[in-house]
């Protein structure tokens, strides 16, 4: 009786763990879609673009509450199923082989402690900053107008500018309120938006004289604990869900493609900010 409830439970939390997991997956897709654009150069303005329309959609928003429900549930169900399958197993088993796969399901817990660390650094390095921080720079363009440099606030108007330094912004009666919003104290009227430079402050992150190539070097080992983590779950999230058999081989190979490329390609990122961007 208390085995068979035990294996509906282990089941049911398979089940939550393939869903949550593939929920995760599409995630990384699209996160990975995004952050390529760190690879175009001088590309701030539309990094910005999409940081700001990633933070405002209501759409969006949503599947942002979905993914950082989905973390939980995954974490918490992976931390259950492996203290269940310990109480289960309490005498360790033979190892079937060498390989990556089968090392990387042997370590799932490991691998995925791992990436939840690194999510939580990650959401620190940028998402509360970007969220939170009051000193959150805009990002600023500088133009050459008569011989003189000025560096001017760009705004999600096109072509529309607001000058940066402090006294030319009181001298026009203009001045910063929640962070982003240009408005005429006088008149106590928004005149335009400005752009988070998120763009600013990834760079500055990877770029940092004293902690840059150490954030790099762990943002690619977390990538490779990433891409081993994906190797095995990204099968075993089908088989959890009962599609296997006739599809097993094809979705081994896309698992195995996905498990390598996505990745590959986040940690392409740092290196080239670090070690190539000008």
């Not at 490991?110 to 805009?138: R, S």
């Not at 999600?156 to 402090?166: L, V, W």
């Not at 008149?187 to 004293?210: Q, R, S, V, W």
């Amino acid at each position: 009786m208390a085995k068979s409830a035990f294996l509906k439970s282990s089941i049911a939390k398979k089940y939550w763990m393939a869903l949550t997991g593939l929920f995760l997956c599409l995630f990384l897709t699209g996160h990975l879609l995004g952050n390529l654009q760190l690879l175009i150069p001088d590309n701030a303005l539309h990094f910005n673009q999409y940081a700001l329309f990633m933070t405002t959609n209501p759409a969006v928003k949503i599947l942002s509450y979905l993914t950082y429900i989905s973390i939980l549930f995954h974490a918490i169900d992976g931390i259950l199923l492996t203290i269940q399958n310990k109480k289960a197993r309490p005498v360790g088993y033979a190892k079937t082989d060498g390989s990556s796969s089968s090392m990387a399901s042997r370590n799932m817990a490991v691998l995925g402690t791992i990436i939840l660390v690194f999510i939580v650094t990650h959401m620190a390095n940028f998402w509360a900053v970007m969220h939170f921080d009051k000193k959150m720079p805009l990002q600023s363009v500088t133009i050459e107008n008569m011989g003189q440099k000025m560096e001017l606030y760009v705004t999600t108007d096109t072509g529309k500018f607001f000058p940066k330094d402090s006294i030319q912004m009181m001298q026009n009666g203009l001045e910063i309120r929640n962070r982003t919003e240009f408005y005429n104290k006088q008149a106590n009227l928004k005149m335009g938006e400005g752009y988070k430079d998120l763009y600013k402050i990834t760079i500055a992150f990877f770029k940092d004289p004293k902690m840059g190539l150490i954030a790099t070097i762990l943002y690619v080992l977390a990538m490779f604990a990433l891409s081993f983590h994906l190797l095995h779950g990204f099968q075993s999230a089908f088989q959890s869900l009962g599609i296997n058999n006739k599809f097993t081989p094809a979705i081994k190979k896309f698992g195995t493609a996905f498990a390598i490329i996505v990745p590959l390609l986040f940690a392409i990122i740092p290196i080239y900010i670090h070690f190539l961007l000008k």
